[in-house]
């Protein structure tokens, strides 16, 4: 996997000061996160407190309240601005099937289906991204042990890192997402 990696900048924020880092896979560019005090932690093989967010377009940017990420983005941002650690922002949109495709997933949604069976109806699996490049970033860094801030099962069990403590994110529950939320808890194990 070839990956290009940018300098680091400084970013001000709603949120706090922090340091960003993008690494370019193919097409895709993730951005990192990290607390101004970040290298400090890292070169001091400290447990690093760390959120993995899927980009999700209609909700971190637009605002969408028929999903929780834009809710779980402020409040990983927060928290690692107060705790020290990095969030990794994946461009995996819609769960990787991409922009186009999970607005065709809204389309079905609005007619009934939830979001695991519109995905199953636009041929795609309940959860297509991977996380093989967070593998990567984690190494770049010389992070092998981390907090992680995630109610998804999955992402304890196909990074690297060894997870000291999963750390939920409660966040976001609307009356528009009871129903999302439902289906990520039943049908796909989130520990809502």
């Not at 607005?103 to 959860?127: C, I, M, P, R």
């Not at 092998?144 to 976001?172: Q, S, Y």
Request: glycine share 6%; proline share 2%.
């Amino acid at each position: 996997m070839k990956i290009e990696i940018s300098h680091i900048a400084k970013l001000p924020t709603k949120h706090g000061n922090f340091l960003i880092q993008s690494f370019k896979e193919g097409i895709k560019e993730h951005l990192v996160v990290m607390s101004e005090d970040f290298n400090e932690l890292s070169t001091n093989q400290i447990v690093i407190n760390a959120r993995i967010h899927s980009e999700c377009l209609t909700g971190d940017a637009i605002g969408s309240i028929k999903c929780d990420c834009q809710a779980q983005l402020n409040f990983a941002l927060e928290y690692i601005n107060q705790h020290g650690g990095i969030l990794i922002y994946l461009r995996q949109e819609g769960r990787n099937i991409g922009l186009l495709n999970k607005v065709n997933a809204y389309s079905l949604q609005d007619k009934g289906f939830n979001t695991v069976e519109a995905n199953h109806q636009l041929g795609f699996a309940s959860d297509e991204r991977s996380y093989e490049v967070v593998d990567f970033i984690l190494k770049h860094y010389g992070i092998t042990k981390i907090n992680l801030l995630t109610n998804n099962p999955d992402k304890l069990n196909k990074i690297a890192a060894e997870v000291i403590l999963r750390i939920p994110i409660m966040v976001g529950q609307t009356a528009e997402n009871a129903n999302y939320l439902s289906v990520k808890k039943e049908m796909m194990g989130h520990l809502l």
